[in-house]
């Protein structure tokens, strides 16, 4: 595991909850919401990439398939 993808998610963090603390304190909760509903797809998304790469590896070590 790279310490890049820490990064990256750590990153998106951050950012997400600087614009939903922007946006709750100029009551727009609502759009706050969406972004962080955006946020944590963002953040599965790369998850889910390592997890395939995880498959990948397991299966070529296993000669499965």
Excluded at 12 to 36: P, Y
């Amino acid at each position: 595991m790279d310490i890049e993808v820490i990064f990256k998610i750590a990153a998106v963090g951050i950012i997400v909850t600087i614009v939903c603390q922007i946006l709750k304190k100029s009551d727009r909760e609502d759009i706050a919401t969406i972004v962080s509903l955006a946020g944590l797809i963002i953040v599965l998304a790369v998850v889910l990439d390592m997890v395939v790469d995880l498959f990948d590896s397991v299966r070529g070590i296993f000669d499965l398939f």
